[in-house]
């Protein structure tokens, strides 16, 4: 992601109030009395246990995630001086297993004529024989120019690879004078093509068409930008952070970006500065024509597909060969002023890394918590085959609510009750608002109240609401995350985020994940085929006052098949 268009005003992160109801709120400002202030101790209320952040201070998005040599690294825009956006470094944190990390020295810091006014987000490739390389947008004056700039490790025999070095030579390796020198950004993993070119992607938009560029090169320094760009949409602004790579037809395996064939879909996916959420398609990548093309099934602008429908952004992803599958992170933004931000100390997180694969249908992308998390659950209560009626509420006791993985499996008997579903609810979210949690439907709706006071002054709920198409035998399957009743603090932003569900109900099931870590509710419905995070800011029900519900209220009465509920302890993060 890039710098803002000015430093001395206000930069609309994303300022969806004024251009719809329900996006991400992350209109942060640039105060410069604020960006070197920082606290003398970090207030650890809502801190996460589980969830990945630094010690303290701000952090956004993610960049160059990568496994070399059994170690995983990821790199993420850092200010090492206060909890508002300024001052951006690289940070720079290692771990084994993808949940435990060790925190080491930025990475990467404005130092040279090439990035001295910024080094922003990029991507890590591996090169056979050589080791990892950082390429990386660099801002090379104050008018917010934009230049593609490399890296390499200063010692490729340090296991934590934990210094790197930025040569003169070649360096800035991609500038381009045809190019709107300010949305020019962010570039991809890059891969190789048998006809003996490396290829990368950049950021970038004409007018207010979104577009990834492509480069190619055949030594790695010297890259030449193809005619046309890979592939381009309209009215969807400027692209951040893009991401391209390989998804197989069968089975959940990861691929190498280098990867296409017979047997290979692709995935685009663009980070919208516009509206601060992203999309992806599912497509055919012409390798030879340098040239994506989105399936029919995929729509190509603000109402595609997502990863994720909450507090998720500026995604980035990498193959692991350690375990062959494709590890995808995001950051998560804050939903508290800045002043709150400042007071505590600290300010963004990663979503829980997730394992991502395509659908059996090959319409979408499935997603995943890494397996490596199930090694934090601690005790574990059960619930089989309660049944849940109209108005129920009922507590799962025995687990610390407040820091918990809880797993579910609900089931009911008919869906003849299920409410008609009216074509002109085309946006989820505005329906989530339209129809809310108590509103009473004919099937839903019924899920969890997370982080819930004892008498409900306080909670998130994660629900499903099934509506019947106008094919009989079709449903529409609704998730909601509604955080606006999730604290008695007015000034938070309080969404409610939500997103349809493609799933096939002729067993009539559902199921749905909740990872549940103090400030964050992350949920996963349908074995992660729709997926909320969701940032909140209980005042209430915090730590040892916080509790978990199970909940049904539809007409159709719901059982709870079978539900599995975690303690998590923490990850060590030093």
């Not at 601060?276 to 990548?285: D, I, K, Q």
Request: charged fraction near 20%; aromatic fraction near 14%; glycine fraction near 8%.
């Amino acid at each position: 992601m890039g710098p803002p268009k000015c430093l001395n005003v206000f930069i609309a992160l994303c300022s969806l109030s004024m251009i719809c109801n329900n996006c991400v709120d992350a209109f942060h400002a640039i105060h410069p009395n604020l960006q070197s202030f920082s606290v003398h101790s970090v207030d650890t209320l809502h801190r996460t246990g589980f969830h990945f952040q630094p010690p303290r201070n701000w952090i956004n998005d993610p960049n160059a995630p990568m496994y070399y040599n059994g170690v995983y690294h990821l790199f993420y825009q850092y200010n090492p001086k206060g909890a508002v956006w300024g001052n951006i470094v690289w940070g720079h944190s290692v771990s084994k297993d993808l949940i435990n990390w060790k925190v080491l020295e930025p990475g990467l810091y404005p130092s040279k004529r090439f990035d001295k006014y910024g080094c922003w987000s990029g991507s890590a490739t591996i090169l056979p024989g050589k080791g990892p390389v950082i390429l990386y947008t660099g801002v090379v004056d104050k008018k917010g120019n934009e230049v593609q700039c490399y890296a390499i490790p200063e010692n490729i025999s340090d296991p934590f690879l934990r210094k790197w070095v930025k040569p003169d030579a070649f360096n800035p390796i991609v500038f381009d004078d045809d190019i709107n020198g300010s949305a020019f950004r962010d570039p991809t993993t890059a891969w190789w093509s048998k006809d003996g070119h490396w290829r990368m992607l950049v950021g970038g938009k004409v007018k207010n068409r979104g577009m990834a560029y492509l480069y190619r090169s055949k030594d790695f320094v010297n890259w030449v930008r193809a005619k046309h760009p890979i592939h381009s949409a309209p009215h969807t602004g400027m692209w951040e952070c893009p991401d391209f790579y390989p998804v197989s037809l069968r089975g959940r395996n990861g691929l190498d970006p280098s990867v296409f064939g017979n047997n290979v879909k692709h995935v685009m996916k663009n980070s919208l500065d516009m509206t601060r959420y992203e999309y992806y398609t599912v497509g055919t990548y012409l390798w030879n024509k340098d040239k994506y093309i989105p399936d029919n099934t995929s729509e190509d602008g603000w109402g595609g597909l997502r990863y994720d429908y909450g507090n998720f952004y500026a995604s980035k992803s990498f193959y692991d060969p350690s375990k062959n599958r494709r590890i995808l992170w995001a950051w998560a933004n804050e939903s508290d002023t800045k002043e709150d931000d400042v007071k505590k100390g600290w300010a963004g997180i990663q979503a829980i890394p997730r394992t991502v694969w395509l659908d059996s249908h090959g319409r979408q992308l499935v997603q995943w918590p890494v397996e490596e998390l199930n090694s934090l659950r601690g005790k574990e209560v059960n619930m089989r085959n309660q049944k849940l009626k109209k108005g129920d509420y009922v507590e799962v006791k025995g687990i610390t609510a407040a820091q918990a993985d809880v797993e579910v499996t609900f089931s009911f008997s008919s869906l003849d009750k299920a409410e008609a579903f009216d074509p002109k609810w085309v946006n989820a979210e505005d329906l989530c608002v339209q129809k809310g949690l108590k509103l009473e439907g004919g099937v839903g709706p019924f899920g969890f109240l997370t982080l819930a006071s004892e008498k409900l002054e306080e909670f998130t709920p994660v629900f499903f609401t099934i509506f019947k198409a106008s094919n009989n035998n079709k449903h529409v399957v609704l998730m909601c995350s509604d955080a606006r009743s999730s604290s008695l603090n007015s000034e938070l932003y309080k969404p409610s985020f939500g997103g349809f569900v493609d799933v096939n109900l002729v067993n009539k099931k559902i199921s749905l994940r909740s990872l549940i870590d103090h400030s964050v509710v992350e949920s996963f419905g349908a074995g992660g085929k729709t997926n909320i995070l969701s940032r909140v800011y209980p005042t209430l029900a915090v730590n040892n006052h916080a509790h978990f519900f199970v909940f049904n209220n539809g007409i159709e009465h719901i059982t709870v098949k079978n539900l599995k509920a975690w303690n998590m302890k923490s990850a060590i993060r030093d």
